[in-house]
């Protein structure tokens, strides 16, 4: 019998054992990570929905700009943001032809009047001349950083 009650107490003991050590180790979290929580301050939605009014950048890119004379005047090769995230200018193409002896000027975004014609395109006019246009200054790449500044002569980013 001291046989069977040796046995029967060595196997209770390693029974016992993962017991022992299930119940010592934490049990798993339920909330996430401190390095996953938002910090309090950016409590913000994120998530946004689409304005009436509002057009892509990549609409914008290439459309024609008319004047009040509804003369062509160029189209547009950039959309330039500000540090805070809106729209600051649009880059335009001005003069040449084909591409071919064009420049570029920054227009101010807010200078730009956007509409709706019959087709539902967008119809983007400013209230320049080809004279003033060609008479304002260029618009010079200044880095491989995306950046610019008015100025003489054109070296775009690569």
């Known amino acids: 019998m001291k046989v069977v009650s040796v046995s029967t107490a060595a196997l209770l003991s390693m029974l016992a054992v993962p017991l022992a050590i299930a119940q010592t180790q934490p049990a798993p979290s339920t909330s996430p990570p401190p390095a996953a929580t938002a910090p309090a301050e950016s409590k913000q939605t ?7 009014g509002e ?20 189209d547009i090769n950039e959309v330039v943001l500000s540090k ?28 730009l009047r956007m509409a709706t014609d019959a087709n539902r395109n967008t119809v983007l006019t400013v209230n320049a001349t080809k004279e003033s246009l060609k008479a304002a200054p260029e618009w010079q790449w200044t880095s491989s950083t995306d ?12």
Request: aromatic share 6%; no cysteine.
């Open 147 to 158: 950046t610019g500044t008015t100025g003489t002569g054109s070296t775009k980013p690569n």
């Open 46 to 52: 994120m998530w946004y929905s689409h304005q009436a």
């Open 84 to 111: 805070d995230g809106r729209v600051a200018a649009v880059i335009v193409g001005v003069g040449g032809f084909l591409g071919i002896g064009e420049r570029e000027v920054a227009i101010s975004f807010d200078a």
């Open 55 to 74: 057009v892509r950048a990549s609409k914008l890119i290439g459309s024609t700009i008319r004047n009040t004379a509804n003369e062509s005047i160029g």
